[in-house]
């Protein structure tokens, strides 16, 4: 039997962007070792300091085998509203599947994040130590202080990334400064169902004992490197035990 995912920071927190545009997320915790789930439906919802209903956002977040993943909604819009709370809820529940780490070959090598008086930017280089390609990886990030505490985030996704020590660059940037808070950053990599099963069917396929094509390659270690140029490491593959993970308080982040 598979575990349910555990939510992470009392429920979701939200940043604000602008006047009345909030970026929202969830960190979510799969705690199954060989568990996986596709596109499991969520709600995301923000309340005023009365608790009454601002608006609401509903997606989809793929879980993957002892892993994070990020629920992230962007531009938010509560018009003239000011959220004051979040909360998050699976909407059915996740169709749990058996699966193998599929991400264990991407290597997250660089980590830079910067800042001015206005605004804010990071760029997180990967690298792809397989054979095959990675091809449409989501890249979501979490932005934390010295406490711990989550006081930004974001997403976006790559095309492709070549074998081979094939490298690419996910850039994220922020209309908003963080006044020198973030210590450390946290990257989050996924890849979308389809590509989730491609790369599946090209290992099976290179496994199979009745293969004619089955050749011996040397494994890649499932190590990931970290750079501390610019912002001490965070750990990305060791979800259950992340310090402080499941004990944010679900406030403006």
Sequence with gaps: AFLPPRVGWGGAKFEKLADGLYNVASYIINPNMTGAAVNAPYKISLYDDRGILITEREGK??????????????????????????????????????????????????????ED?????????????????????????????IQGNAIGFSQTNIDSIAPKNGREIAPYTWPVTRGGRVTSVEVIPSIKPSAHCLIRRRQMR??????????????????????????TEAATTNPSQRKGSATFAADEA
């Design 206 to 231: 290179k496994s199979s004992p009745g293969s004619m094509r089955s050749t011996r390659r040397k494994q890649t270690p499932r190590s990931q490197h970290y750079s501390t140029r610019r912002v």
């Design 117 to 145: 008086e206005t605004s804010s930017s990071l760029e997180v280089t990967l690298e792809n130590k397989t054979l095959v390609p990675y091809e449409d990886v989501q890249i979501s990030v979490v932005l934390y202080d």
């Design 61 to 114: 977040v793929t879980l993957y085998p002892h892993r994070n993943s990020l629920a992230f909604q962007t531009a938010v819009d509560v018009d003239k509203r000011v959220p004051a709370k979040a909360t998050f809820e699976f909407t059915s529940a996740p169709v749990w599947f058996k699966s193998a780490d599929n991400l264990g070959g991407l290597a997250v090598i660089d980590k830079k994040y910067q």
